[in-house]
Each structure stands twice: as structure tokens, then as C-alpha cells.
């Protein structure tokens, strides 16, 4: 007879399906049945509609608000405006940023599209009806939409709230229209260094206003129950128990009786951060009216009035010698925060994380000051699809390379490969602060290089310019190279925090008596696939298949507290909160394996999914023995059940990187780009589902091919949303879409348990300035230094234009 | 508003409606039927998550009003599989990881099922201009592609074997 084979580790290592396999989701049998529940797919007994009256003028002050015809509507419940609200105290809320925000208008209104009142209603349908009826009289007042323009002695004052407010959330204030003024670095030094330079290059770099725009626009379902008093919101919330504070603490409904529920979310992107009037007035009208209300904002609404990103105006100065060594770095950014400071980043960091602009180098010495002012334009400044502000902080030092390479008259490869901070520098100090945890860049570098064969693409260019220059062609082939450095996962509670809330991460974890498990965190997925990834972390730490693990997120009555998903933070807090509390079940599981097989804990040894007596391998207990143990031995000195839960606070931020290359066809004469070659490098330490990670990094590199081609939000002079609809806000099809090359190295993060950085927003970063990059490029021989995004059709054949390539 | 009936056939089932007359197809399919695959992304024809097969064809059901479905024959992703047995289209999106966040995911599934039996045998090209009414903000596209082309690889085999068996 055959003797029954014990499965090797390596075996049941891979039927665990932990760290490192392309697990398929498990997300996916819903979705694509169309079983997934999204908050507008949310309907309960009763339940009412509500909708806004919104302000079509971008600056007026409010004469006159009409609601009684209305209100004769049938079908029509009621109508909020401010002065319902005022008496709550809920006229105007807090922002994230510590400024605060109308709720609905008081007075004035400070942007077109603006929340004026809020009507309630039997259905969509009545609602539309009843908000076309409310009368408005508005008396329009001058409009400021240049942030340059914004303190001039002659600009209209905008926030009369606080005209006189000398003193910000971040600093003294020196006109009613700024905001602040943030420094880091050392001014002196810089300018010192600058002074004294053997080159500078100096350039301006606009990264403009877009817009996450994910496919499920915000909305949320509030109800109200009187009889217990206990309130519950649906809703898409990418921070679902940071809602539950601020909502307690705005209302003052207790904490505990208060449940924030973020079901399935279409996609986030950062636009599903902040807290938005349509939440509170839901609420309000919950509590009003006694029955559930729906708030969903429609496409326009969206693009309008909830989370714009970017618009930051990036003034930069950088030095080196004349072999092209760097030797300081100086920038001053004026932020366009709109009507109100509503950007979504931790307290102690009113310009985000933009202050990792020194990127991928070894700089010396840096200086960044940012002011934020005030401008007739809706509110927001939210992480879009990145670590708070790192893609404007890239993209201004990637193209800050640029620049300078021009004027060095050097390969900007070259130019980066000569200041990358190397492998031996890390953990590196950064001239702005920041402790880089680990990278090995000019391994990544070169292995990019040499992946798109570098020098023959140099070659095919300079064959393309010949045929441009001799009239034998009309296009002209740019390369767009990119490095970036992000700094993400916070963060580190003694310097990391929302609202005095500390930017650690949870997760609890449950063992079943039959040996499978249920996990619950403190963050929320809306796309990235954390009910798969988390369960893989967790299968390599414990021992149980990834496929007998549920994953719960977003249910603040039973999951631990976190702080939510965004700036690619799940996968560094939670995630490492995930590891330590496998950790501490596997700590547990080890006493009770010592005590059914009669040995000292310190005898025991971890083997994949078990227990085994060290030098006696046939005495072992595995993971599933040990779970129903503890659930029936009486074990002296240790607890019946395995639970565990951990509340990570990380050490560090952890600083993924990557290396992105494009290769981009221009048709001088039309503007119309192709996009030729896409080859984008990652490192985000250790790898967790690769499949993932792929398809992160094709999602993001999209995003940015439309931020850096022509997605944007526009505005007149006086203030009107020129791209608020999805015919004039680009998003891609497939049939722009080209398809990426995907690559990686894998440098771990020395202080994350499981060594992994996070992905999910990199491809923005690096994206942007690969895309932006290559056009810059295509144009280089004819003198283009600088040309703003998006680089549209219009604005490339612009370009050329004024080169003089059309003569 | 006066509501009017109106009748068509929803995943093979009968189903008279009471509704407005301004009422949208994708309204009237998700909260009167309660069908809630087909999504609301832009209601204006752009983005395709409310996609749906009427007739046949592929349309938005978000600019077609209820009453314009009189006597119509619609499928949702709802009708194409049941929990035993997904659609091969479905199957390959699982499998190809041709979905994250799951909001176009319907509108994709139900154009891609449309689409490869207007063209069984599409190049990638093609696969591209037939989902181009179709935006997804997650994938980048490049694994939706692989997932109809090797959904429509499928689907082709098993017609194969459909026609020899009947041979």
C-alpha cells in the first residue's frame, strides 16, 4: 500500500494563497452579477429624496430666498436653507482643513454651483421639480478666479466671515483672501546656495484644477430613529468612523448612537474623503421629516461642488554645477483652495505632503513656502489618487529635472541618475525632513533604461526630428522619463492627524472553532480589493487558506477604529495592523500548542500553517487543531477563544518609487498625440497580489494619461464651470487607452511587518510628469522649456504654433 | 404627474409598470423593479454604466424614458447567468481582473455580451471601439480588453462544439 504523503511545506504554503500569489478576488462574484450594494442601490421604508438649489453665479450676495412655491408642490415635504439650519448650529460645518464651510448658504454664495437649499421630496422626480421652482434673487458681486489676483488691495473680499481674522488654522493671515502660509527648509541656506550657483534654472510648473471623478458619484442614505434614538448613514465614505466623530461632534448626537455604514463605493479617488452639505442635510432632513433621506449627487454636481484636486502654482528654482551636480532646490507655491479650505490633509500639514518635493534626489539644501488663498471656486483640494499633494510635489521637481538638464545641455537620464540618492544612503534624511526608509533607484533606473532600450529610442527620435526638419514628416516623437519618490501610509500619530484624530489603522481578528476566521478593519475598499489582499497577509501570518477568511470593512457598530482609505494607506497601517494582530493570534495558538503537546512554548517551531516539536517533525499541531482547542480545553493561565486585536501607529511613512517611461507620437500640425510606449517600474516593497498591483498600475497610469491630456476643471472670469460635464471633463475610453508595460524591483520597507509600501496611487504620481515629460520633450530642439497641463489637442497644436512649426 | 402602464419583458419575465410618463428606463428598471445591476454614472449617455440589452441592442438606459420600452424585451447582467452558472463573459472578468470597483462592471458585462455577438471574432482593436461608450476609472481598460477577447475565445469554442455535436 502507498503511503498517504504528508504535503510539504511548500505545498500547503501554496494553498494558503498568502503573500505574493495572483489570488483572483473575491469581490468579483457579486460584482459582475450585479449584486454589488452601492449606496444608491440603498432603499428603505419610507424613504425620501432630497436635492439641492444650487447658485448658477460664482459670487453674489443673497437678497431673497423663495421656497413657497415649493413647498405647494405636491410631492414636495420640504425645503431647508440656512436659516432652517441656523438654529442647529448647522448652517456652516468644520473642514478637515480648519477653516469651515457653508452648509447651505448664508447670505452669499462664493462659487457657481453652490449648495443653496435643499428640497425633500416623494422621488427624484418631485424633487427636480420642487428645486426648479425655489426662487433665488441674487445681487452679483465682483468674482476673483486668478490666485494671483486674490490679494491685490483692489480684489473683492471674499470670506466676510472672517475678514478680520488675523489668525488661521495655520498662521497668520495678511489679506481676507489668504488662507496661509507654510514654510519648511532652510530659506537663508538656499538662497545662499542659489546666490552662489554655477546654473539655475527657473521655471513656473502649474499643475491645474481637475477632478477624481469616480463612476458612482457621492451620496449617502441618513436615518434617523426616533425611537432609539440611534442615527445610521449609508454613505461614500472613504473615512467612515472620522464621519462618525465629526458627525457626533457637529450634532451632538452621542457617538454611540450614531452608525456610519459605507457599503460597496464606485471607486473614491480621494473625491470621497471630505465631509459634503448633502451628508448633513440628509441628516437634517432625516431628523426633521422622521423618515430615511437619499442624497445621490448627479455627474454635474459632482464635477462642480464636491473635491476639486491640484491647482497649484509651483514657482521653482534649482541649482547645480556645471557637471550637472545638484545643490539646492527652492520653490514657492500658490495654492487655489476656492471658496473655502476644505483640502483634505493631516492638521500639521496645511500644503499635504508637498514638501517631498525634493523627489528622487540627493539635494543639499531646500526651501518650500506655499500660500493658500481664497477664489471664487468650489472647495476641495483632496489627495487624487495620491498621498496628500505628492503629485504636484513630483511632478514639479520631475519637470524642475527637466529644465535643468535643458540648460545643462545634458541627457536628463544622466542628470538623474547623477543626484538619485543611492542605495547606501538609506534610511536618507531629506533636506525638507522627511527620513526615506529604504530604495534602491538607480538599480530600477537602469533596469527601465535598459527595458525600453534607451539609447535606440534616443536614436529612432533623432531620426523622426530629421524627417520633421527636411519635410518628409509632420510628427515629431517625444520620450518622457519620470522617477518619483512617494511618501505615503500616514501616519505616525505624533505627527499624523485629521481633526486631532491620529492616523493609526486597526484590525480585529476573530478565529472560528472550525479553524476559519472573520477580520475586520478600519478601512474601506472602493476598488483595490482588500476582502483579497488582507485575507493573503493574514493567511501567511496564521496559517488558514485566504479563501476561509472573511474581510469586513466599513461598519463603524463592528469594525475597529481606523482612520480609512486613502493616500495609500491601507496597505501600510492597516496592513501592518493586519500582520501584528495575526501576529498576536499566532502567539496565542503557539501556548496552546505547547500545552496539547506537552512541551515548552520556546520548543515549538512555525511552519507554514502549524506548530511542529523542533527535531521531532511528526509532532506538530496545526492552525485548525489549535483553533477548536481553544474553544474546548481548559488550558491553565490562558483564555478560551482566539481573538486578537491590533492598533497600529507606524514608525515611519513608507516611500514607494518607481521608474515610468513614455514614448509619445505628436502630430505637429493637428495637436493629436499617440501614445507610442508606456513602461512603468514599481517598487512598492513587498509584493502581496501581484495581479492587484498590475491592475492598479494600469488604473492610475489612465488617470494620469487624462490629467496630463486634457482632464480639467475650467472656469471663466467670471467664475462659470466650463468642464462640468462628462463631454467636456475628459476621462478616457478604451480607444484612447494604450496598454502598459509593467515591471518591478522589490526593495522591502525595513519598518513594516510585512515589508510592503502600497501601489495604488504611485502610477498617478509617476504617471503624470512621464505623460507631461514627453510632450515637453517632443518640442525640446525648438526651445519649448515650459508649457502648461493638460496638454490637450488645442494646446499641443498651440505649441507648435508658437514655436513657429506651422510656417 | 398622471402615471401611465407600461409593459415589457424584464430578464425574460413579464412586468406592467405604474409609472410617470418622464420616468428613465434606468429608473424604472432599478427602483420599480428593482434590478439595481444597471448604475447611474452620468445620466447623460456618456458613461455607460447603465447599459443594458433592449431589443437586441445595446442602449443607455438612463436617457430612454419607461414608456419608450413599451413592449420591449430587456436583459440586465441580472439575465444572463445564474449563481451556479455565470455567463462566460462574467467568468473571464474574474479571471482576467477585469474589474476593481465593480461600478461599470454591469454596464461593461452587458455591452461586451452585446458586442461579441455582434462581432464573435474581434480583433483588440476592435474590442477597444466596442466598449469605447463604456468608462471605467480603475482598470486602464487593458484587462477588460483581455477579458472579452478571451471571453469571445470562449464563446467560440463552445459554438464549435455546439455545431459538431449537432453535425
Known sequence: MDDVKTPTSEERKTALSGLGTSRKRVEDARFTQGKGNYVDDIKLKGMLFGDFVRSPVAHAKIKKIDTSAALALPGVHAVLTAADLEPLGLHWMPTLAGDKQMVLADGKVLFQGQEVAFVVGDDRYAVADGVALVEVEYDELPVVTDPFKAEMESAPILREDIADQKEGAHGPRRHPNHIFTWESGDKEGTNKVLDEAEVVADEMVYYHRTHPCPLETCGCVASMDKINGKLTVWGTFQAPHAVRTVASLISSIPEHNIRIISPDIGGGFGNKVGVYPGYVCAIVASIVTGVPIKWVEDRMDNLMATAFARDYWMHGKISATKDGKITGLWCHTTADHGAFDACADPTKFPAGFMNICTGSYDIPVAYLAVDGVYTNKAPGGVAYRCSFRVTEASYFIERMIEVLALKLGMDSAELRSKNFIKKEQFPYTSALGWEYDSGDYHKAWNKALEAVNYKKLREDQAKQLELFRSGKSRKLIGIGLSHFTEIVGAGPVKNCDILGLGMFDACEIRIHPTGSAIARLGTISQGQGHATTFAQILASEIGIPASDITLEEGDTDTAPYGLGTYGSRSTPVAGAATAMAGRKIRAKAQMIAAYLLEVHDDDLEWDVDRFVVKGAPEKFKTMKEIAFASYNQAIPGVEPGLEAVSYYDPPNMTYPNGAYICVMEIDVDTGVSEIKKVYALDDCGTRINPMIIEGQVHGGLTEALAISMGQEIAYDEQGNVMTGTLMDFFVPTAWETPNYETDFTETPSPHHPIGAKGVGESPNVGGVSAFSNAVHDAFKPFGLTQAHMPHDHWRVWKIAKDLGLHN | ?167
Open chain 2, 1 to 167: 404627474m398622471e402615471k401611465i402602464n407600461v409593459s415589457l419583458k424584464v430578464n425574460g419575465k413579464d412586468e406592467t409598470l405604474s409609472v410617470e410618463p418622464r420616468t428613465l428606463l434606468v429608473h424604472a428598471l432599478r427602483e420599480h423593479l428593482e434590478y439595481t445591476g444597471a448604475h447611474i454614472g452620468c445620466s447623460s449617455s456618456h458613461c455607460g454604466a447603465c447599459t443594458v440589452d433592449m431589443n437586441g441592442k445595446s442602449v443607455k438606459s438612463c436617457t430612454i424614458f419607461a414608456p419608450q420600452a413599451e413592449g420591449a424585451d430587456i436583459l440586465t447582467v441580472e439575465g444572463i447567468s445564474t449563481p451556479d452558472k455565470l455567463h462566460v463573459i462574467q467568468e473571464m472578468f474574474k479571471e482576467h481582473h477585469g474589474l476593481q470597483c465593480g461600478y461599470c462592471t454591469p454596464g461593461m458585462i452587458m455591452r461586451s455580451y452585446r458586442f461579441l455577438q455582434e462581432n464573435p471574432n474581434p480583433t483588440e482593436e476592435e474590442v477597444r471601439f466596442g466598449i469605447s461608450g463604456n468608462l471605467c476609472r480603475c482598470t486602464g481598460y487593458q484587462n477588460i480588453v483581455k477579458s472579452i477577447m478571451a471571453a469571445a475565445s470562449k464563446l467560440r469554442e463552445e459554438a464549435n462544439v455546439e455545431k459538431k455535436e449537432i453535425a
